[in-house]
């Protein structure tokens, strides 16, 4: 029998890392586009950059960002193959709103101990995610800690990078008072304030194997429903008519993720009479005794991107966006208010 390592002795499996690395071979490659070079295993991912020299003047645009504390919930339930697509929601969403193609994403996993197969589930959906933002899974790293965590523990972080041309790059200056706003519904919580939710879950002594009837499915379900990967319907929607800008809901809210892509001297006006949130919010909110205003700065309320657009291009995106199977509304619209800064208001009832 072969002595064990002195670096196994300490905790750290490189048998079990290689094995890891083997399994998730396959669902990678799956992601590639064209211009990457190479193959899994190396010290460095490699993009082609001659890609790029059909800009005119191409401009990088970069994310980073990772899942929080939702990755306790797909500890809990044993569900590793989602986790994936809500750290590419993330990165790529963040990143398509500017007008960004994404390229490429690279993953860190850092865990307690390895369990190849749990690494291959988590990074096969990091892949999956990928391939329908289309963008290619170019490397990446699992670091083993222990010590520092517990074997089941686990967390994600990535980043991506994609490239958009200078004078296609959309923001607040785009923006003009008499601009509708149009919102496309999340899949759920997403990725964002499951600090808040675990809070309320635990405090009400709720389950996540609890049958909720208003849910349709268990509690734990729910909120792990993956985050939608708007990406290429993005794309498409911004190829197809006039987009000003883009707001991804995530920490924060709608209001305040809206007020980021607004130039000082406009308010938006939003409606709440015009959408009812998914059931789990209100269940959140009526668990937890949440106040509106807390819930609406925290949660994204069923709304997972804004768009700032001409009304002209109104009724184009949204053949765009039920063509994808999003479903969208007109939430409000822009009015000028000048020397004030900008300021998103939100109006009215939510419908029973």
Not at 82 to 106: Q, R
Not at 196 to 223: I, N, Q, S
Request: charged share 20%.
């Amino acid at each position: 029998m072969a002595a064990e390592s002195a670096y196994a002795a300490a905790g750290v499996d490189i048998d079990a890392g290689e094995r890891a690395v083997e399994l998730m071979k396959a669902s990678v490659a799956a992601s590639h586009r064209p211009e990457v070079l190479g193959g899994l295993g190396g010290f460095a991912g490699f993009f082609d950059a001659s890609a790029l020299a059909r800009y005119t003047r191409p401009v990088l645009a970069t994310s980073t960002d990772g899942v929080g504390t939702k990755v306790a919930i797909a500890r809990a339930m044993g569900v590793y193959d989602t986790i994936g697509w809500d750290l590419v929601g993330m990165l790529v969403d963040d990143l398509v709103v500017t007008g960004a193609e994404p390229l490429f994403v690279t993953d860190y996993i850092a865990c307690g101990k390895v369990y190849p197969e749990r690494i291959a589930a988590i990074v096969g959906g990091i892949a999956a995610a990928c391939t329908a933002a289309g963008a290619a899974l170019l490397g990446g790293e699992t670091a083993e800690h222990p010590g520092l965590m517990q074997p089941e523990d686990f967390d994600v972080a990535g980043a991506t990078t994609g490239v958009v041309e200078y004078d296609a790059i959309l923001g607040a200056d785009r923006v003009r008072a008499g601009d509708a706003v149009l919102a496309l519904a999340s899949s759920g919580l997403h990725s964002n304030g499951f600090s808040l939710v675990r809070h309320v879950v635990e405090k009400a002594g709720w389950a996540l194997e609890d049958e909720v009837p208003e849910l349709g499915t268990t509690l734990g379900e729910a909120l792990l429903t993956p985050t939608r990967v708007y990406a290429k319907d993005l794309l498409a929607i911004i190829a197809a008519c006039e987009v000003h800008s883009i707001s991804h809901i995530t920490g924060g809210g709608l209001a305040n993720n809206l007020v980021r892509v607004l130039p000082d001297g406009v308010v938006a006006d939003l409606d709440r009479a015009t959408w009812t949130p998914p059931p789990v919010f209100g269940l959140v909110q009526t668990l937890g005794g949440v106040s509106l205003p807390d819930i609406e700065a925290t949660l994204n309320q069923g709304v997972g991107m804004a768009l700032v657009l001409p009304e002209a291009s109104v009724a184009r995106a949204q053949r765009e966006a039920q063509a994808a199977g999003i479903a969208s509304w007109v939430v409000g619209s822009v009015r000028s208010e000048p020397g004030a800064p900008a300021r998103v208001e939100l109006h009215g009832d939510h419908p029973r």
